[in-house]
């Protein structure tokens, strides 16, 4: 259809609106817009190719483009550290919690002493 240019666009793929309802519309009746916007666009790179078109789509468009297994992987270490840090605070809430029991017992015994 097109001749090539070298660029980063020649890498995609491009569909009339048509098309692109028609695909879409498997999957559009779950959503309050129907078939009216495409919500992802999965392009499948290769790794080389993915910066320049990262740089075209980011830097020029209200789109943004993401690397799957990236941002996968610092969604993983995100929620691993979300996981210590609930951990951490847990234990630190049994220890005050003990604390608290700890230093009532105390003073009650300590009262007991003094009658």
């Keep these: 259809m097109l001749q090539s240019t070298g660029r980063s666009w020649d890498n995609g793929l491009y ?3 048509a098309v692109a309802k028609s695909a879409v519309a498997p999957v559009s009746s779950t959503t309050i817009w129907k078939d009216r916007v495409v919500h992802y666009l999965l392009i499948y790179l290769e790794d080389n190719k993915f910066p320049a078109l990262e740089s075209l789509v980011n830097q020029r468009t209200v789109a943004q ?3 799957v297994r990236r941002e ?19 234990a630190l809430i049994l220890f005050l919690g003990a604390l608290g029991v700890m230093a009532a017992m105390v003073t009650s015994m300590d009262a007991l002493t003094i009658q």
Excluded: V, Y
Excluded at 73 to 89: V, W
């Design 72 to 90: 996968t992987e610092r969604l993983r270490t995100l929620t691993g550290r979300g996981k210590e840090l609930g951990f951490l605070f847990s």
């Design 15 to 17: 569909a009339t609106l």
């Design 65 to 67: 483009l993401i690397h």
